[in-house]
């Protein structure tokens, strides 16, 4: 919607300069100006707050929108930010990741907020639709890091929104545009707690529930937990974070910064928003191929969005063996190696163990091939196959099958140690049997 419409809105309405001097008058005029929008549904509702998409209806029955509306309850001690934005936009401020805010104002005990709808879907979705990956990461992470900038650096104190997470960012061609200010709240110096804690578990920082104040550094952890999200397409927790985010869809490279942003001390996070991208785009795999041709180097992290990155079935694999391979960390290079070197000793070994029944040394001459073949083989393949298991490194093979169940946890390791004592076993059950039929052993 123009300037120049809502500014024919806000003469409607009388909004540009409200009563302020007399109760009665400012009152009936909030009662006023919400009868002049129509309700065409309800985005969500909650005890304390309303979200609805209104459109404003002239006197000519002319309709003009649609616009967002939030009702919050004034005893919810909620949403302040909104009137920030409000004055900052008013003062001829312009943000590229905010939402436009026309009119705050009280009426019948509610926080009443209008502002821009936002077009688009939200981050959750979008992972939804197009996987989650290293490449997303890269077309929304940066923009949605100055967004939240824009929340920190450009007001006289910071705002800190403290409700982060993908439902709350909205994307859509090649914008984000963040949502949702209710429990936002401007840092107060000095402060040592903040007087609500609210906030969603997955993603909000262990201060936000009562150890400390809130400042900056709490959205930097949910800007980590985000990222993570980006990566995986999984709802982060406290557990992940202590556990070094060891995921296989998390690059290595790009670990070190996800522990850091969402380190449990504040003071060992990143100080801003900004320093997180900038680290994030430092830490991003310097091998990274576009998936359909040219090098990472060729497109900036500004440039990866959806026309460049048409969305690839997931079953397909030969794709998904072609981005394991493009974001190797130099630890992992290493792990492929050790890998080939320990599959073509197996090879060389299952090699020697085909032959072995058919040219026995002297102590076995007088057994019968089948017998032979049973100590062999039952011995030989369960027993080498369990060290390819138990040796292997298997971060590549995880990620480019992640739902493969043996290859989760230590799945592997534990069928490579059954294999083992197997093979083992096998070895007395043809001794046994040797003996049973009276042959040399």
Not at 12 to 34: K, N, V
Not at 308 to 328: D, E, M, N
Not at 395 to 422: Q, T
């Amino acid at each position: 919607m123009s300037d120049a419409a809502w500014e024919a809105v806000e003469r409607t309405s009388a909004t540009m300069a409200p009563m302020e001097h007399d109760p009665l008058a400012a009152y009936l005029d909030a009662l006023a100006r919400d009868d002049c929008y129509r309700v065409a549904r309800v985005l969500k509702t909650a005890p304390h707050e309303t979200t609805e998409v209104v459109y404003f209806v002239g006197a000519n029955a002319a309709e003009l929108g649609p616009f967002v509306r939030k009702r919050i309850s004034v005893e919810a001690s909620m949403g302040d930010a909104y009137g920030h934005l409000l004055a900052a936009q008013r003062a001829g401020r312009r943000f590229r990741h905010l939402p436009r805010i026309y009119d705050v104002h009280e009426s019948d005990g509610d926080l009443v907020v209008v502002m821009e709808y936002v077009a688009g879907r939200t981050l959750r979705d979008e992972v939804y639709e197009r996987d989650a990956s290293l490449e997303l990461a890269r077309r929304w992470f940066p923009l949605l890091c100055d967004g939240v900038s824009e929340l920190h650096e450009q007001f006289p104190a910071p705002i800190i929104h403290r409700d982060l997470k993908p439902t709350n960012v909205v994307v859509g061609g090649e914008g984000l545009t963040i949502i949702d200010f209710g429990i936002a709240r401007a840092f107060r110096d000095g402060a040592e707690s903040d007087t609500s804690h609210f906030g969603t578990r997955s993603y909000a920082p262990p201060e936000q529930f009562g150890f400390r104040q809130t400042d900056v550094r709490s959205d930097v952890y949910a800007l980590g937990m985000i990222l993570y999200y980006l990566l995986t397409e999984k709802d982060p927790s406290p557990v992940v974070a202590a556990e070094g985010f060891a995921d296989p869809a998390v690059p290595a490279s790009l670990r070190p910064v996800l522990a850091r942003a969402c380190a449990f001390d504040p003071a060992a996070r990143f100080p801003s928003a900004r320093d997180l991208k900038a680290a994030f785009l430092a830490a991003c795999p310097g091998k990274e191929e576009r998936a359909f041709g040219g090098s990472a180097s060729q497109h900036p992290a500004s440039d990866f969005g959806p026309a460049a990155y048409p969305k690839v079935p997931s079953g397909r694999f030969a794709s998904r063996v072609r981005a394991a391979f493009a974001t190797l960390a130099p630890g992992e290079t290493a792990g492929v190696v050790w890998d080939a070197v320990i599959l073509l000793l197996w090879i060389l070994f299952a090699c020697v163990l085909a032959a072995m029944p058919f040219m026995p040394d002297e102590p076995y001459d007088s057994w019968p091939i089948w017998l032979l073949m049973f100590q062999y083989w039952t011995f030989g393949y369960p027993f080498f196959t369990g060290l390819l298991f138990i040796l292997a490194d298997v971060r590549i093979a995880r990620r480019m099958a992640p739902s493969v169940w043996l290859l989760k946890g230590s799945r592997l390791r534990a069928l490579g140690i059954i294999l083992v004592v197997v093979g083992v076993l096998s070895v007395a059950v043809s001794m046994a049997w040797a003996n049973a039929l009276g042959l040399r052993v």
